[in-house]
């Protein structure tokens, strides 16, 4: 009988080594309905960048961690918010950039659990 280590999905007290997969964040971008130009608004980050992180991946850490906890949020807001909603699919993308960031802010109002 052989055991299966338990993994466990890295939180803020045990944060993950590993440089996030780009790929995913822009199939998220994807599932969101938003066009690159409003994702980086959202990472808080560069066109520029996103382009080369796409291409050719995260190589700092730093960098990696700040993105990993910006996607953390997102992934938040399409849980709980069961995003996209219908109000997302009719909604232009200024309008869903600004449906998300109002979203964004509710989730930071918050408690942590």
């Given at each position: 009988?052989?055991?299966?280590?338990?993994?466990?999905?890295?939180?803020?007290?045990?944060?993950?080594?590993?440089?996030?997969?780009?790929a995913k964040v822009d199939a998220l971008r994807k599932h969101m309905l938003l066009t690159?130009?409003?994702?980086?608004?959202?990472?808080?980050?560069?066109?520029?960048?996103?382009?080369?992180?796409?291409?050719?991946?995260?190589?700092?850490?730093?960098?990696?961690?700040?993105?990993?906890?910006?996607?953390?949020?997102?992934?938040?807001?399409?849980?709980?918010?069961?995003?996209?909603?219908?109000?997302?699919?009719?909604?232009?993308?200024?309008?869903?950039?600004?449906?998300?960031?109002?979203?964004i802010k509710e989730l930071d109002k918050e408690p942590s659990e």
């Amino acid at each position: 009988m052989t055991e299966q280590a338990e993994t466990v999905a890295p939180t803020q007290e045990q944060p993950d080594n590993k440089l996030l997969d780009f790929a995913k964040v822009d199939a998220l971008r994807k599932h969101m309905l938003l066009t690159v130009e409003s994702m980086v608004v959202l990472l808080g980050t560069s066109r520029v960048s996103y382009y080369n992180w796409l291409k050719h991946g995260i190589k700092r850490k730093k960098t990696s961690e700040q993105i990993r906890k910006a996607v953390r949020t997102l992934v938040a807001v399409v849980a709980k918010s069961n995003w996209p909603n219908e109000a997302a699919y009719v909604a232009n993308q200024k309008q869903r950039l600004e449906m998300l960031q109002e979203m964004i802010k509710e989730l930071d109002k918050e408690p942590s659990e």
